[in-house]
């Protein structure tokens, strides 16, 4: 099972400095970490990108439980 950390350091090589939709790094992440052999709900990829955001860690516009309509950076 994936640990904390290693979703977020997937999380963290999908976001970019440009702005991407949340729904978009949530997929790609996902993608990845099933290449690793994990699987992860998409839930708690979100929920570390919401704890990456809170921690500074990457910057955020829009209500991060709406997907499709924020971004991350």
Avoid: C, N, P, Y
């Avoid at 993608?31 to 998409?42: D, F, I, P, T």
């Avoid at 839930?43 to 860690?57: F, S, T, V, W």
């Amino acid at each position: 099972m994936a640990t904390d950390s290693s979703i977020d350091h997937a999380i963290m090589q999908m976001v970019m400095d440009r702005w991407q939709k949340t729904a978009m790094v949530i997929a790609k992440t996902d993608e990845a970490l099933r290449k690793e052999g994990e699987q992860v709900s998409w839930d708690k990829i979100a929920e570390q990108i919401e704890a990456l955001d809170a921690r500074g860690d990457i910057e955020s516009q829009g209500d991060l439980s709406q997907w499709r309509h924020s971004e991350v950076r």
